[in-house]
Every structure is written in structure tokens, then in C-alpha cells.
């Protein structure tokens, strides 16, 4: 495709550039009242900080509960913990079930893909009493075995229908060619299908990851110990009823994107090639 | 007897678990008295757990009945009411431990005390000494001096003038009040419609536009606002180098009466009875303790026993000779947001007293409606019996048909993620839908009333931002138009990144993602600092071309966009990356091809990649508008359905019947089964235009 003229180029540039800079400024915000020392919710044009003080990250790192525990660590570890099995257990319970949908049509398909779409249309709001009540049940309250039970079912309609788009797009013949040479279902899933899947499972994976990390309304119900707390939730706790700590916020709030951010970027190339979002073959 | 004796002793020495919201020096001071506690007594651990207060309510009335929770808590007094009739806090002795008398009133409830008083919050009037050398002592001395201070961006007095909480203090100042008259609810009293128009006049003559919390410690530490109502909590964030005073409320001039602010007791509540528990709970209330509280934690104890030497709290200590407290009456919950909601419409000048009064005694009438009579259950027995046998005689024949023998492998590949989903995610809904059917006590079967209610309109006119059609209307345009700028807007940055001529596509792509790496929460609260009228950036970008500060959330349309353009900010980043990945795998020869034909720009779009495209994004598109639709956190967060509900969607409607309406569950959960019906239908119409099946 041939090159457009010099005065489009620019335009093009001027026009991304502007957006980008829309994009931004939001964010550039939450850096500025970060490190500006104070906790006063910013609300001036100038988006870029006019002193600087890393204050606001050191009170946020700090903080240690009564015994002298280091209660930052803790929940920087459950935050990583519950996303991570969040993430893999996930992707377990959804790269089966993907495969099956994808390649089998046996009675009950087209219900089961319909259900996965009818849970999505479930209110989130109005799950938590109940959940709190089944927990309740199992024995599985302040947990993080009940809490990383909970987002991995709720992560697995999105994962399984984004995994069975990819692997409809994977041709049929290298699994035929595998079976012709006696491998069985199972080692033809987990030796060809899943390696060539590595894009998709990538992205289902950190989409698992992100909706654990950054959740908060079902952490708080659930969990009952300080030291079981996950990032967001002390998050939220820095902008209470009375009094907002908003510096305090904005620095919790950019170290709880920084982890997001870079597995991101890290998996950017993967997430343009993995998110099928359904694929051509239906 | 001896058995009695071991079960106090083992009571005694266990442990004491107790939540509670302090943050900074009170939590430090509650913190060492339980380590005084600890030491004092050999073998009992005091174990202090810190909960978000957002959280805490919740989270205790979901523990205790199910006896998970702790043995003490810290919070106010103002749900009394409700918490004893549910036995979530139990009575305590009435004893005499020295406390404010006001203080003792607060936690008493129906003859019985519950809880002992730790600290006492209450608004009054902080001002700023160098432009205020004498604080005024009566209204009429307030409003000259506000007046005469407000010019040039400096404001008399600042405060959040919409909230109720703050204006509680010049109701029963002008001798009204929520119970005014002694009866029931009476929000057009007519002592409150005059406190009304007092309310009025200061919020359109001294007070700046929409001041939230944030904006009046802003404008108070930075010497632009003269006076401002606050409570005990606004002593941790004033600056030190300015120089201010506290002083008590002035006198109403027209009633002669002290403005009486709302006083919240907070204290120490006991949820588990134990020997161990009821003793620490005691001591904490008592004096030793609350000498602690106020040097460590800068409290205004209830204690007044215990010697001030603070100025600021002694004023806050003088306040609670001239305080009402906060009412613990059952009708009280649902009092909070009628009243709210007139002061919005008072405060923005879109209403006139008399008319906000009325409104607000009849929004307050649909909020206590009586619940439905009770029905029969045996007809609805009768139908789901029916609707069961209907499935299976459509889907069995079918199940039967098929050899099952020969699938059970596929159905063992299913079978984790299914059993999962159906346990945690359909199970939890099926039980909430269930809550539908019941009053909001979930104790009687009602029926279909609640749907009724709610698709009849029954409690208002059809166009009323509170009915659930215009709510539909609300929530299906914005829908469309998020999922169109998604669209819109994603498709063009993909179309423009892919082009091998954009300089630093990678750098572009990768800060283009960013919105939807950050947690949503966070971006919106940021996104409603910058659409405040008078500070916001938005109207001080639009004030460089001249355009006159917009009222962001004083009109449906402008609060409408707002909400729209943070949830486009939000949501174009998955568009865009849905786009790059579909256009990868579209080979770019046809275009070219296309472009050798004479097809210019736009026509190789619409009619070479635009249909390559289509069957990538509309699933995307489907599930994202399912998403957009039920998108929470930004109408709650950015417009707060302002103004008055209008902005409010399907979802935002059911949580607030549940959640600040004074709990109406029943209610509630029909409404989000109705969403769901909404939704399942929006599925089949979408898959329906798509001419085949997408999802």
C-alpha cells in the first residue's frame, strides 16, 4: 500500500498524538497527587506535579499491623497469590471445556455455549449476599481458597469462550495427523493443541489475573483478617466515610497498576494475536 | 455449678476479636490499649481487626447471625434500631460510667443500652482568624459576614450544602427536624421548609457550587473559604500553618433557637456475649481509656470526666450541649435519601422550598410503601412444575435420541467448568432470584407483586426518572452510544496503528491500553475531580475557548455525557485490541486490489475490511454492550445518577433498592431478575440481526 501524502502523514500523527495525550491525562493525574506531598484530592488543569516527595509511597509501604507485622508484604503476597491461582485455575477448568466446545459436537453444545453467555448477564452487584451465604456453608469464608474458588468460576465463561474461538482456528489436520499416529485425545490436547494455544492462554490468563487483582466488593465481604487482605481493599479504605487520604490513594493506587501495567506490556504482542473475541468460524 | 464455673474461665481466657474503621491515631490508640488490655490480663489475646467502613456494615450483618464475627465492634450508634431487632448487638448493662448525657441518649433504644460510648462526632464551625477574628454568634451575623467575605474566588462559608448530615444542625435550629412536630416523618414541616429556604439562600449566594469533602479542605487550607461546617475528622486535615478556630454553632436568628447539629455517638458494640468481651468493652468506654483516646487519637470523648486542654476539642466538647442525636428510629434509614434529594434539587435552585418539601415527604411515602400481601405459593408450584416438564419434554427426547454413551468423553472435558460455573456463579443467582418472589423480610411469599410493582410503575409516573421504563430508556441509549464510540473509536486507532508508515506504533499502542489496565475505580473517581464545575479541568480547558463553566451534574444531558465519555475512556482500549488482532489476520492484497479498481479510502473500508471484520467484532460487541449494560462502578462513581436518578441505569437502581434505600431486597431482586429477562432477550434480538448465531 502506497504511502499517503506528507500533509496526511502529519494530521495522522497530530490526530494520534492528541488522543494519546486524552488518554493520559487522567493517569497523569493520579502520579501528580502521588507524589505531591499532602492529601488533598488535586483538582487543578496543570496534570504534572509541581514538588515532589516520595512520602506518600513510604507511609503506604510502611504500614504494620499492632504486632509489628509488615501488613503491606502480607497483602502484596495475597493479592499475588489469590490472582495467580485465580489465573491458573482458571485456565484449567476453561481450556477443557473450550477444547470440547470446539471441536466436539455432542448434544447439549450449543445450551452449554448459551449458558456461558447467560451468566455474563447475570447483575454482579446483587451475587454477593448469596455467594457470602454458600461460602458460608462450605466452610470457606476468610479464606483464600474460598475467594480464589469464587473469581476463578467467574472468570471461566469469559476464558472458555475466548480459548474456543483460538483453538477453532487451529486446523483440524495436526490433530488428525496425531491420532493417525495413536496418540489419544489427551496427549494430542496437552502436546499440540495447547502449545500452539500459548497466545490465547497467555491473555485468557492475565484477563483472570486483572479481575482478581482489582477486585474489591466480594474481597471485603469475604475476608476477615487484616493480614488476609487483599491490595484493593486497602485501597479503598485509604478514601473513607469521613476523611479521604487522597495522596495516600493515588500512591496505593499506582502500585497497584504497576504490576498490571507491565504484565501487560509484557504480553501486549500476545494480546493482539490471542484475544479472538469469537472467531471467523463461529 | 462447677460446669458454670469452667465455662466462665474458659470464656475468660480466650480470645477477644474486635473490628473496627480507625485509621491513623486513633487506631493507634486503640491498638495500645488492647495491648494494655493483653498485659493487664495473662492469657487473653485482644485481637483488633481494621475493616474498610464501607465494608464494615455489611460484613457484620453478614457475619454475626451466621456467629462468624467478632466479639466487639466499633461503629455508631444510628443503626440501633435495626441491629438489636436482629440480635446482631446485644443489650449491656445501664451503667453510669460518666458520659455526656446526649451521649448516653444516643445509645439507648427501647429501654434497653446498647454498647458503651467511646467518642462523639458532631459538625461545627471552623473558621479561618484572619479573615474571621470573631466567630459570628447568630445566622443573620453569619450571612453579612459570609456575604461581605465572598468575592473574588474567596467564598464566606464552605460546606457540603447538599448533604443532610451537615444541614441537620439549622432544621432543628429553625425548630424543625426529620420527626418535627413529634409525629412521624415530617420533611414538609413547615419549620423545615423555612430552614429549606435558609439553606437556599447560602448555597446560591456564599457557598461555591457542588463542594464536595474534598474541595471544602482544599478551599479552607488554601485561605479561600472563610468558614465551614465540619466535624472532628476535618482537625487531621487542616494545615498547620494556617491559623483557625472551632466554635459551636450560631443561634438562628428567626427562632431564637442554637443550631443543633446531628451527633453520632460512636461506641464500642458487643456482638458475642462474653465475660472477657463485656469487661473489655467497659474499660475501653471508661476514663483511663479515654484520656488515651484523646491524646493519642485526638477523639472528642464521651468521658467528660477527662480534663481538655485542646481548644479545639473542648469546642467540639461544648457543640454536644446544643446536639441532637443521631436518630435511632426504624423509619430513619429511609428518611436519608428523600431529604438528600431535596437538598440537591434546593441547592442547584431547581426546586422552591415548599415544592422540595413536598416532593420529599412523597418520594419518603413510596420508600416506606407496606409490603405486598402475602400469596399463595401453590399456584406458582404449580407453573414452575409445568415449565420443568416443558424442558424436559423438549430437550429430553433429544438427550435420549443421541447415543449419551458415545459423548461422555466431551462431557467429562466439560464437566470441571460447568460444575464450577453452576455452584458458584448460577446457584448464588438462582437463590437471589428466589429472594424475588418474597417481602424484605424474606420471611413472606409474596409472589409476582414486587414485578408488578416495578413494570406497572406503580409508584410513579411513567416518565419519572424512577420508573423502570425510563430507567430502560436510560440504560439502552447508553448502551448504544458506548458500545458505538467503542466501536467507533477502536476500529480508527486500529486502522491507523497497522499502517507501516505511523511512526512508534508500539509506543502508541502501548500507552493506548492503558485505561484498561488501571482499576476502573480509581480512573473514575478522577474522572467525576474533572468534570467539577467551578475546579475541574474540563471547564477550565473549555474556559480557553471561551465557553462559560458547564454545571456538569445539574443536567441530564451534560451528566449523561459525563458518565459517557469516562466509559468510553475506558472501554475503547478492548475495542482497539480486538480490532489489531482481527486485522492481522486480514490479508491486505484485497484492499490493494481494491485501491487498483479506484476505490478510494472510505470505500475500501466499508466494503473490503469492514466485512472481513465483522465476525470478529461482533461477538466482542454483543458481550461488550452486555457488559456496558450492567456497567456499575462509573455511574456510581462519576455521576452518582445525578441529577436526580435520571442518570441512573437498570443495575444502579437495583443496588440502591437494596443497598440505600433502606433495604428492600425483595424489591431489589426482582428488579435484577428483570435484567437479566432484558438482557436474555437483548441476546436473542442481537443474534437475530447478526443473521446467525454469534454467541
Excluded at chain 1, 470446539?102 to 448434544?107: L, Y
Excluded at chain 2, 462509573?634 to 442518570?647: C, H, R, Y
Amino acid at each position: 500500500m502506497q504511502t499517503p501524502g506528507p500533509l496526511r502523514m502529519i494530521l495522522v500523527h497530530i490526530a494520534l498524538l492528541a488522543v494519546t495525550l486524552l488518554t493520559l491525562f487522567p493517569v497523569l493525574w493520579v502520579v501528580k497527587m502521588a507524589v505531591e506531598p499532602g492529601q488533598a484530592l488535586q483538582l487543578t488543569v496543570n496534570p504534572f506535579p509541581t514538588s515532589f516527595s516520595l512520602q506518600n509511597f513510604r507511609d503506604v509501604v510502611s504500614t504494620t499491623a499492632a504486632d509489628g507485622t509488615w501488613l503491606f508484604g502480607w497483602q502484596l503476597l495475597n493479592s499475588l497469590v489469590i490472582s495467580g491461582a485465580t489465573a491458573l485455575v482458571g485456565l484449567c477448568l476453561a481450556c477443557t471445556a473450550g477444547y470440547a466446545l470446539s471441536r466436539w459436537g455432542f448434544p447439549g453444545r450449543e445450551e452449554a455455549m448459551g449458558l456461558f453467555l447467560l451468566t455474563q448477564m447475570f447483575p454482579g452487584v446483587m451475587m454477593s449476599v448469596p455467594l457470602y451465604m454458600l461460602l458460608e456453608r462450605a466452610g470457606l469464608l476468610d479464606t483464600m481458597t474460598g475467594l480464589i474458588l469464587v473469581y476463578s468460576t467467574t472468570s471461566v465463561p469469559f476464558a472458555t469462550w475466548n480459548l474456543k474461538g483460538y483453538f477453532d482456528t487451529i486446523p483440524k489436520d495436526l490433530e488428525e495427523a496425531a491420532m493417525m499416529d495413536g496418540a489419544g485425545r489427551w496427549t494430542t490436547f496437552t502436546k499440540i493443541i495447547l502449545p500452539l494455544a500459548r497466545p490465547a492462554l497467555a491473555v485468557t490468563g492475565l484477563f483472570a489475573f486483572i479481575s482478581a487483582w482489582n477486585e474489591f466488593i466480594l474481597a471485603a465481604t469475604m475476608l476477615g483478617d487484616e493480614r488476609r487482605y487483599t491490595l484493593p481493599i486497602v485501597l479503598k479504605g485509604y478514601v473513607g466515610e469521613f476523611s479521604a487520604e487522597w495522596g495516600h490513594f493515588a500512591a496505593a493506587a499506582i502500585l497497584v497498576s504497576v504490576p498490571v501495567t507491565v504484565l501487560f506490556f509484557i504480553l501486549q504482542r500476545h494480546l493482539v494475536e490471542g484475544l479472538t473475541a469469537g472467531s471467523v468460524k463461529g | 455449678m462447677i460446669s458454670g464455673l469452667v465455662l466462665a474461665a474458659a470464656a475468660f481466657a480466650g480470645e477477644v476479636t474486635i473490628w473496627h474503621a480507625y485509621r491513623g491515631g486513633e487506631r493507634e490508640a486503640l491498638e495500645s490499649l488492647a495491648a494494655t488490655w493483653q498485659e493487664r490480663h495473662p492469657g487473653v489475646t485482644v485481637l483488633p481487626v481494621f475493616v474498610p467502613s464501607e465494608a464494615l456494615a455489611d460484613k457484620l450483618q453478614a457475619a454475626v447471625p451466621h456467629g462468624s464475627g467478632p466479639d466487639l465492634f466499633v461503629y455508631a450508634q444510628d443503626r440501633i434500631a435495626d441491629w438489636s431487632d436482629r440480635e446482631i448487638i446485644l443489650p449491656v448493662p445501664a451503667e453510669d460510667g460518666g458520659w455526656h448525657p446526649v451521649a448516653v441518649e444516643a445509645l439507648t433504644f427501647g429501654d434497653q443500652r446498647w454498647g458503651w460510648p467511646l467518642s462523639t462526632k458532631c459538625a461545627a464551625l471552623f473558621y479561618n482568624r484572619a479573615l474571621v477574628p470573631e466567630p459570628p454568634g447568630t445566622t443573620d451575623a453569619l450571612v453579612a459576614l459570609a456575604r461581605s467575605l465572598t468575592r473574588e474566588g474567596r467564598y464566606g462559608l464552605v460546606y457540603e450544602v447538599a448533604s443532610a448530615y451537615h444541614n441537620a444542625g439549622w432544621l432543628h435550629g429553625f425548630g424543625g427536624g426529620v420527626f418535627a412536630g413529634g409525629g412521624g416523618v415530617a420533611l414538609d414541616h413547615p419549620a423545615n421548609i423555612a430552614a429549606y429556604r435558609f439553606i437556599q439562600d447560602l448555597a446560591l449566594s456564599v457557598v461555591p457550587s457542588e463542594p464536595t469533602g474534598a474541595l471544602v479542605t482544599q478551599m479552607f487550607n488554601e485561605g479561600r473559604a472563610a468558614m465551614t461546617l465540619n466535624g472532628p475528622w476535618f482537625l487531621a486535615e487542616l494545615d498547620p500553618a494556617l491559623s483557625w478556630g472551632v466554635a459551636p454553632l450560631p443561634v438562628v436568628s428567626a427562632t431564637g433557637l442554637p443550631a443543633a447539629p446531628y451527633v453520632s455517638v460512636e461506641a464500642v458494640f458487643l456482638a458475642r456475649r462474653s465475660g472477657e468481651a463485656e469487661a473489655l468493652g467497659a474499660w475501653l468506654a471508661a476514663d483511663e481509656a479515654a484520656l488515651l483516646r484523646q491524646e493519642q487519637g485526638r477523639q472528642v470523648v464521651a468521658s467528660v470526666g477527662v480534663p481538655v486542654t485542646d481548644p479545639a476539642l473542648s469546642a467540639f466538647r461544648g457543640q454536644l450541649d446544643h446536639a441532637v442525636p443521631l436518630p435511632t428510629r426504624a423509619e430513619m434509614p429511609q428518611t436519608w435519601e428523600p431529604l438528600a434529594r431535596a437538598l440537591r434539587r434546593l441547592t442547584r435552585g431547581a426546586a422552591s422550598p415548599e415544592a422540595a418539601a413536598s416532593e420529599a415527604q412523597s418520594w419518603y411515602k413510596v420508600l416506606t410503601r407496606p409490603s405486598p400481601e402475602p400469596a399463595s405459593p401453590w399456584p406458582y408450584l404449580g407453573v414452575a412444575a409445568l415449565a420443568l416438564a416443558g424442558v424436559g419434554w423438549r430437550f429430553g427426547p433429544k438427550l435420549w435420541a443421541q447415543p449419551l454413551r458415545q459423548w461422555a468423553f466431551a462431557y467429562v472435558w466439560v464437566a470441571p467448568a460447568f460444575l464450577g460455573m453452576t455452584l458458584l456463579t448460577v446457584l448464588p443467582f438462582i437463590l437471589g432470584a428466589a429472594i424475588s418472589l418474597y417481602d424484605d423480610e424474606g420471611t413472606t411469599f409474596v409472589g409476582v407483586s414486587h414485578f408488578l410493582d416495578i413494570l406497572l410503575a406503580r409508584d410513579f409516573p411513567f416518565w419519572s426518572p424512577m420508573s423502570f421504563w425510563a430507567t430502560l430508556l436510560v440504560t439502552l441509549t447508553w448502551t448504544l452510544a458506548n458500545v458505538a464510540l467503542h466501536v467507533g473509536l477502536g476500529v480508527t486507532l486500529a486502522m491507523l496503528l497497522r499502517e507501516p508508515w505511523v511512526r512508534m506504533r508500539g509506543v502508541f499502542r502501548a500507552l493506548l491500553i492503558l485505561p484498561w489496565a488501571v482499576p476502573s475505580y480509581i480512573t473514575a473517581l478522577i474522572w467525576k475531580g474533572m468534570f467539577h464545575k467551578q475546579f475541574g479541568a474540563i471547564n477550565a480547558l473549555l474556559a480557553l475557548f471561551g465557553v462559560e463553566p458547564v454545571s456538569w451534574f445539574a443536567s441530564f444531558s451534560t451528566a449523561f455525557a459525563a458518565n459517557l465519555a469516562t466509559n468510553t475512556w475506558l472501554g475503547f482500549p478492548f475495542m482497539m485490541v480486538v480490532t489489531l488482532g482481527a486485522l492481522q489476520s486480514i490479508p491486505r492484497d484485497l484492499e490493494e486490489a481494491a485501491a487498483l479498481d479506484g476505490a478510494d479510502g472510505w470505500q475500501r473500508f466499508r466494503h473490503v475490511t469492514l466485512p472481513l471484520l465483522k465476525p470478529a467484532l461482533l461477538p466482542a460487541v454483543i458481550l461488550g454492550s452486555v457488559w456496558t449494560f450492567n456497567m456499575f462502578n462509573i455511574i456510581f462513581l462519576v455521576s452518582g445518577g445525578e441529577p436526580d436518578g435520571s442518570t441512573d441505569l437498570l443495575i444502579s437502581q437495583a443496588y440502591r433498592w437494596a443497598f440505600t434505600r433502606g433495604h428492600r431486597y425483595g424489591y431489589a431482586a426482582a428488579y435484577a431478575v428483570i435484567i437479566f429477562g432484558v438482557l436474555v432477550i437483548y441476546g436473542r434480538v442481537a443474534n437475530r440481526l447478526a443473521g446467525r448465531k454469534v454467541l
